[in-house]
């Protein structure tokens, strides 16, 4: 394929592409990270087989493509244009699926998605999960196999590239973007138009824009995905702004955590290249414009932005006092404008569709749509693209499922590490920037990690602080210091060892934090901490007036105890124990040497529900054991095993 | 003889960023993934041929989680410990791993057979908590799953 060098030539190769597929059958199987975690390029493969052993190959085309979002029944595909969605998918389905639906235009019932009452779901759009996103910037993944550049162009891919190229000067794409009140993706909401126009505006020649796709936060995937199933959307973004800014050279700053990623991305950027989409006179404009990738070395705090920037440079990305924005002394310090992933992704659509149809979606201070990553004790696992404004009761109950094994929803942690945990009664919150920023929790990138009555939000937000206390970089003592202080007395309530007054210390402490620390790290580190205090204080008291962790998790203030009315010596506790804590034997009754027991909650695990004979016991002193040698006083038809 | 080839190694990584000094944290990356890695041998070479200064390099070396300044052992074991991980049972995971591979976090066994690491997500959350050996995942490993980390493996 020859450059492209107007619109009419995007436009002719669009037509030319669609031309080539038309009348044919897609077979769509996710294969990201997650997907492949469960195997599925073997499955895409016995699809690729299966089409060409079964006479298919010139009406069916098998797109290998990143996650459509529902990770929790990867792999899983969608076959085009009914949109038939089959899930949990193993090679061994290949065949029955190209036989019967492929060329009998049969369902495949037992492969169908089953929802809650037992109903088969045919089509995607109508499983629950799905139903109820909005999935604008996020949807296009099923259709783009993104190693190939066709197809993001099918979809009418570059087009917004063309238009802000050839049909609009910078200024209107600026204003384009400043009208839409496009707020910036990756957790600070700044809106993306003013970033913009403080670079166009800063002095000097050469200006750089960034994506960060440094995804930090633990429990968010959202860019990661975005990145390895659809980077031709994250590009064109990038390009159109460079245009807005007056920028001819990009940098995507990438994790090397995420190998798929970066290699997809680089894919895209070579094949960018060759259509003349990136280099010198793009779609001949006379634009200039180039990106190069810079892989990430592991460091939380590079994900800031002045940090990164300095971690392009080659050195240590450390933060620095931001008194002149990035934005107008940043790589070199020359004027560089950074933006995440999910906000470069949503430009093209901006510009295609118009500000009016964007600030459509969305409540009044945050427009458009937001990606979550939906996770933790959630059935429905995956990642959710919904309007700002959505409450999260929609989003954990409705589209994800609710709570599984029936337990107890406790509270939802958004915001990854700089973010709270908010409680049941709030779950009428509608989610966007300023809401969950008021209940002292973010948005963040979009992390969602759902909490049920087993999780301890003592121990949760000592995690939090664990994490942030290694990551910190210890330029600036409130952070460096008060994180590790905070943590020790976390440690301590945890451990069984809290005193009167380490609430009030822990608040204290993080007045400092949040106020004195040079960047952003600190000063939202002790969210966690003061959201937890704030809505589950009573928690806090439990551990340390009580010595008892209600959710049973925190080692030091729990035992585990066998009732002998209830053991049937069954042996598999006492075969499964990694310390050899149990004693007992054929036909008698079971006892947990304490001093032994290394509180692992195995034998909780095994114990089989029909005997539940072990419990776990927090505050209470662990009752006299049976004497060692009692006989188990066995119930009629329980078989010994 | 197998220092002169890990330092052509690295003149050959070094010479594919076109000797660019900004590239430095890229070339660590790719050593780091090759040789396993940073040795005192190899850091000094791309301080030599970058006209970095060694403590620089040392710096970055050290800041950096990808990078490690120890040999590692043939076979990595990874315990994701991440949020979602985390309220899935995480540590209970990984306290059964130490408990079989018998070494701790960032620790290499004595026979370097095996590395013990922990990370802070790996965003397969789905499958949590998540268990690493090799490039190979296990999501919510049963006990015969971590035991057979070692009975599989040389």
């Known amino acids: 394929m020859p450059r492209l060098k107007s619109a009419t030539d995007l436009e002719r190769l669009k037509q030319e592409i669609l031309a080539r597929v038309d009348g ?165 909401g700044f809106p993306a138009g003013i970033k913009w126009e403080t670079t166009r505006n800063a002095p000097g020649e050469i200006k750089y824009v960034i994506v960060n796709a440094d995804e930090g936060d633990p429990g968010a995937y959202m860019d990661r995905s975005l990145l390895e199933g659809n980077p031709h959307s994250v590009l064109e973004g990038l390009i159109i702004g460079a245009y807005a800014i007056g920028s001819h050279q990009g940098f995507i700053y990438v994790r090397q955590e995420y190998p798929i990623a970066v290699q997809n991305l680089s894919v895209a950027l070579e094949e960018a290249r060759r259509y003349g989409l990136l280099g010198p006179d793009i779609f001949g404009s006379g634009f200039d414009f180039d990106v190069k990738v810079h892989r990430g070395a592991g460091a939380f705090v590079s994900g800031e932005s002045s940090a990164l920037m300095t971690a392009i440079e080659g050195r240590v990305g450390e933060p620095r006092p931001k008194y002149i924005r990035t934005a107008v002394s940043g790589i070199w310090e020359r004027p560089s404008n950074l933006n995440n992933v999910e906000t470069w992704a949503t430009v093209p659509l901006i510009i295609n569709k118009g500000a009016e149809w964007f600030t459509g979606i969305g409540t009044e201070g945050s427009k458009g749509t937001k990606i979550f990553s939906l996770v933790g004790k959630v059935n429905n696992t995956g990642l959710v693209e919904v309007p700002m404004g959505m409450t999260l009761r929609e989003v954990i109950f409705d589209i994800g499922g609710g709570i599984p094994g029936g337990k107890k929803f406790k509270g939802v942690q958004t915001g990854g590490p700089s973010g709270g945990i908010i409680p049941e009664s709030l779950l009428d919150t509608p989610v966007d920037f300023d809401e969950l920023t008021k209940l002292g929790s973010m948005m963040g990138s979009g992390g969602m990690i759902v909490m049920d009555e087993d999780t301890c939000v003592v121990d949760v937000a000592r995690y939090f602080l664990n994490f942030l206390a290694e990551e910190s970089c210890g330029k600036c003592v409130p952070c460096r210091e008060g994180i590790y202080q905070m943590l020790k007395i976390l440690n301590r309530i945890c451990e069984g060892e809290g005193r009167e007054g380490d609430v009030e210390v822990l608040e204290e402490i993080s007045e400092v934090v949040r106020d004195f620390s040079l960047c952003a790290l600190g000063a939202t580190a002790p969210n966690p901490v003061l959201s937890t205090i704030k809505y589950f204080r009573d928690e806090y008291e439990a551990h340390i007036k009580e010595r008892r962790c209600p959710a049973g998790v925190c080692k030091a203030l729990i035992s585990y105890y066998i009732e002998p009315e209830k053991c049937q010596a069954c042996l598999i506790c006492l075969r499964n124990c990694p310390v050899g804590a149990i004693i007992g034997g054929k036909n008698l009754i079971h006892v947990i040497d304490q001093e032994k027991c290394t509180k692992c909650g195995t034998c909780f695990e095994v114990c089989p529900p029909r005997f539940d004979a072990v419990t776990r016991l927090s505050g209470a002193k662990v009752p006299e054991p049976a004497l060692a040698g009692t006989e188990v006083a066995r119930k009629r038809g329980e078989k010994n095993e | 003889m197998q220092m002169v080839q890990e330092l052509a190694e690295v003149d050959e990584i070094i010479a594919k960023y076109g000797g660019d000094k900004s590239a430095i944290i890229q070339v660590l990356l790719d050593i780091q993934r090759e040789h396993r890695w940073l040795s005192k041998g190899v850091l000094k070479e791309v301080s030599q041929k970058l006209e970095v200064p060694l403590s620089q390099i040392y710096h970055l070396a050290t800041f950096y989680k990808a990078f490690g300044l120890i040999p590692k052992g043939r076979h990595s074991v990874l315990v994701c410990l991440g949020t979602a991980c985390q309220v899935r049972g995480a540590p209970r995971l990984l306290d059964k791993v130490i408990e079989t591979l018998k070494i701790r976090p960032s620790e290499t066994s004595a026979d370097m057979r095996f590395s013990l690491d922990t990370v802070n997500c790996l965003g397969c959350c789905a499958l949590g908590p998540v268990l690493v050996v090799d490039e190979e995942y296990h999501g919510k490993p049963s006990t015969k799953e971590i035991q057979e980390i070692t009975t599989a493996r040389e």
């Open chain 1, 24 to 188: 044919k059958r897609i077979v769509s199987i996710t294969n990201g990270t997650d997907g492949k975690t469960r195997h599925s390029e073997a499955v895409v493969q016995a699809f690729i087989d299966e089409v060409e052993k079964q006479g298919l190959a010139d009406k069916v085309i098998v797109k290998s493509t990143g996650c459509h979002g529902f990770c929790e029944k990867e792999p899983s595909t969608v076959i085009f244009p009914e949109e038939i969605c089959y899930v949990s998918l193993k090679p061994e389905d290949a065949p029955e699926i190209v036989s019967a639906t492929l060329i009998e235009n049969k369902i495949v019932d037992h492969l169908l998605y089953v929802d809650d009452d037992g109903n088969k779901i045919v089509h995607e759009s109508e499983i629950p999960f799905y139903k109820y996103q909005s999935r604008i910037v996020f949807g296009n993944n099923r259709l783009i196999d993104p190693k190939n550049i066709e197809d993001y162009i099918a979809l009418g891919g570059y087009t917004a590239l063309a238009r802000a190229l050839l049909e609009m000067t910078p200024e209107q794409v600026l204003e384009e973007v400043k009208r839409a009140n496009l707020r910036g993706r990756g957790g600070g």
